[in-house]
Nanobody
Framework: QIQLVESGGGSVQAGGSLTLSCLGS????????MAWFRQAPGKEREGVAA???????VYADSVKGRFTISKDNAKNTLLLRMNSLIPEDTAMYYC??????????????????WGQGTQVTVAA
């Protein structure tokens, strides 16, 4: 079992950058497939990026080239570097984990552990 706590959200202007963090506790994130999801008001939760034990990554088309997912195993922390932010990136961002070593995916139903979320707001 692993507990996840996100931080780093905030309000930025379009074109700006933010880095989200997800601190794991109770177990090492190194052994989990980890992912970031987001949900905007009135919309379904969508996968943003995922990474597995072997650092294989996958990204949603809408964030490719702008967002980077990575792990700091020494700090047991999952990161999401977000550049060139646009208003459409405004959402609550969630960190998620599942104890599998297979290829990363962006299907929410595959992830067992979730954080409480951190809000990102991008002003035009």
């Amino acid at each position: 079992q692993i507990q996840l706590v996100e931080s780093g959200g905030g309000s930025v202007q379009a074109g700006g950058s933010l880095t989200l963090s997800c601190l794991g506790s109770g177990n090492s994130i190194e052994n989990y497939r980890m992912a970031w999801f987001r949900q905007a008001p009135g919309k379904e939760r969508e996968g943003v990026a995922a990474i597995n034990k072997y650092d294989t990554t996958v990204y949603a088309d809408s964030v490719k080239g702008r967002f980077t997912i990575s792990k700091d195993n020494a700090k047991n922390t999952l990161l999401l570097r977000m550049n060139s932010l646009i208003p459409e990136d405004t959402a609550m961002y969630y960190c998620a984990a599942v104890y599998v070593w297979t290829h990363p995916t962006l299907f929410a139903h595959e992830y067992k552990y979730w954080g409480q979320g951190t809000q990102v707001t991008v002003a035009a």
